[in-house]
């Protein structure tokens, strides 16, 4: 079963305009999903009335996005946000690795969270760019130490395919090396390896969607998220349109 997709991003100024009904073409258009949806306080709601209201036009939240810093702040509060807007997930999004000990030394940190917030039902997942596949350390790369170093109970892993494609690694054979760990992933397209803000529609760029998505099905993605940071010539409506039209089209 092809995992059910989301977005992140893309029609940020759109719903500005009209929230709603925004949110309704994009259910028209197969969305199911908002990752890190976080507007009910722009909206003037409580966390629980932003997810009925989500629920009410087909929408849930895959996973959140939270941090060490907001953690040690906020724990019971951040755990009272990400229930209350029915979601069982939390991302955090960098780690520099910068050396091989500051690497190792934030896997296991990261694992540290994961193990707690697994205690208030929550899985925290890691999300990659693609420094993590060119940094290499002792014959390991930054995002195998990673890996290797915390605990996939704790902490599982929000693979980004544009990116694992930047830092010239192969998505599809990542997906099954970590087969079970991946519940949610970004769908991300590039359309030259030589240049970073080459961002294109997924299925219009250098990815191999084919076999991503076989590879997904295969190792129990739940969720594919489409990321497309920057524009390329389409209005972000149209944007995600022709992305999400290319990944029905995608055989597994």
């Known amino acids: ?19 709603w009904g925004t949110l309704e073409k994009v259910e028209g258009m197969g969305y199911e999903g908002l990752e890190s949806a976080a507007d009910f306080e722009s909206l003037g709601l409580k966390p629980g009335e932003y997810r009925k209201r989500l629920a009410d036009l087909g929408f ?22 990400i229930r209350e807007l029915g979601c069982s997930r939390a991302i955090f999004y960098w780690s520099p690795c ?14 540290r969270y994961g193990a707690k917030l697994k205690q208030d039902g929550i899985y925290l997942c890691y999300h990659n760019h693609e420094h993590e596949f060119l940094k290499v350390y002792d014959g390991k790369l930054a995002m195998e130490l990673i890996v290797e170093n915390s605990d996939p109970a704790n902490l599982g892993i929000e693979l980004d395919v544009g990116w694992v494609m930047m830092g010239k690694a192969d998505p599809a054979a990542w997906l099954r090396k970590l087969k079970g760990r991946c519940p949610v992933i970004h769908l991300k397209d590039f359309y030259d390896l030589a240049v970073r803000e080459s961002f294109t529609e997924v299925g219009t760029g250098l990815n191999d969607f084919s ?7 295969e190792t129990g993605v739940e969720w594919g998220i489409v990321e497309q940071d920057k524009m390329r010539n389409l209005t972000p409506m149209e944007s995600i349109r022709v ?3 290319n990944l029905k089209k995608t055989e597994v």
């Open 211 to 217: 076999a991503i998505m076989k590879a997904a099905v």
């Open 60 to 81: 849930s939240i895959p996973i959140m996005y939270t941090s060490p810093e907001d953690l040690d702040r906020d724990y019971a509060g951040q755990v009272a946000v």
């Open 98 to 111: 910068k050396t091989r000990e500051e690497t190792i030394k934030d896997a296991e940190r990261f694992n």
């Open 243 to 245: 992305s999400i039209d």
């Open 1 to 19: 079963m092809k995992p059910r997709l989301g977005l992140i991003g893309i029609i940020d100024g759109e719903l500005k305009k009209d929230y």
